[in-house]
């Protein structure tokens, strides 16, 4: 076992099939906000396949495991091991179905400080506090840990810019005796994207709530087609049963990054802009001036979604 620092910050890498995900570049990027030297776990068959020398990071934790892919006891386990060893100041995960499936297990059995969906972070003295959102989105609220014991924070993917390639941190390797895993990942199935991929479109005109009712989904449906765009949706007409979950767009559904977003009538949610607020240009229309939408648009009208579309129509 390696050289074992006291405090820091600890990061569990992410990765899917081989892939690192967005995440752990991101979390690279909140840690320094903690003002610690900042370490990357990477649990792996072969950590080393993975490139976590990103700038801004101290050191590669290393920990070879029997699973290629995640699984939460292996995951949990690792990480228990870890903060008994090493004692970190804070550790740092995703806020994603991975990190949710052993993150808060860990923080209750070592009772640890928790929070969860953290989109911002600091220090005041020797205190992490974290901000996060509640009553959906509507409200922030900062988080103080009192500096005793570790504090474990699921972070918000998109909420931090990722980090540079192009660290020089050393690499330490990690061996951790796990008791077999009572779950096994056996393989993966791709969820049915429809017969689009909202991901890599161009242009999308999305809708949302203000639409009304879902005799209204067909003209958009043909407004999207004459425009040569891609409809894509806020949740709730997902939770409707309106529209497909594979036209989605937000936090729980797919994050895209079209050259142009239209959005006509979604108030801006913040789990909806996690979606969408990269997109290269946002136009919003919306009949409520003060819709969240508007802090992130480019380009937007306070009017009627139907009176757009109606002039859209005639355009296209
Ligand atoms: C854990 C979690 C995950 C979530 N994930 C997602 C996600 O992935 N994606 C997502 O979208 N949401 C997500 N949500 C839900 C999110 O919080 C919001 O509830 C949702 O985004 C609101 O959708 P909306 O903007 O379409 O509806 P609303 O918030 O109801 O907004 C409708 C808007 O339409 C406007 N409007 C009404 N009539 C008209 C009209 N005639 N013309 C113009 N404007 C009009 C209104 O002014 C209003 O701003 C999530 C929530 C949680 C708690």
């Given at each position: ?12 890498a992410e990765h899917v099939?081989?892939e690192l995900r ?28 993975f ?266």
């Amino acid at each position: 076992m390696s050289a074992v620092p006291m405090n820091g910050t600890l990061i569990v890498a992410e990765h899917v099939r081989g892939e690192l995900r967005d995440v752990t570049r991101e979390l690279v990027t909140a840690a320094h906000d903690l003002g610690e030297p900042v370490a990357v776990a990477v649990i792996a068959r072969d950590p080393s396949q993975f490139d976590v020398n990103l700038e801004g990071v101290d050191e590669i934790v290393n920990v070879p495991v029997e699973q290629e892919e995640f699984e939460n006891e292996v995951y949990q386990g690792v990480l228990e091991a870890i903060i008994a060893e090493r004692h970190p100041y804070a550790v740092l995960l995703g806020f994603t179905v991975n990190s949710m499936g052993y993150g808060p297990a860990v923080a209750a059995k070592l009772g640890l400080g928790f929070a969860s969906d953290v989109h911002g972070l600091s220090r005041e003295g020797g205190a992490v506090v974290a901000t996060r959102s509640f009553y959906g989105g509507k409200v922030d609220a900062e988080l103080e840990f009192p500096a005793e014991r570790p504090v474990l924070l699921l972070v918000r993917p998109t909420a931090f810019a990722p980090a540079e390639s192009g660290g020089s941190a050393p690499t330490t390797h990690f061996a951790v005796e796990l008791p077999a895993s009572r779950a096994r990942h056996l393989e993966f199935q791709d969820a049915a994207v429809g017969d689009v991929d909202i991901a890599t479109a161009d242009f999308l005109l999305s809708i949302g709530r203000g639409i009304g009712e879902r005799e209204a989904i067909p003209q958009f449906e043909q407004l999207a087609e004459k425009l040569g765009a891609v409809l894509s949706v806020s949740r709730p007409l997902v939770d409707a049963g309106w529209m497909p979950n594979a036209r989605q767009v937000g936090q729980s559904g797919k994050t895209v990054k079209p050259k142009v977003y239209l959005a006509l009538g979604i108030s801006g949610a913040v789990q909806h802009l996690a979606g969408m607020k990269t997109s290269e240009t946002i136009i919003a229309v919306n009949t409520d001036p003060e819709a969240a939408i508007f802090n992130v648009a480019h380009f937007g009208a306070v009017a009627d979604l139907f009176d757009v579309a109606e002039e859209l129509e005639k355009l296209s």
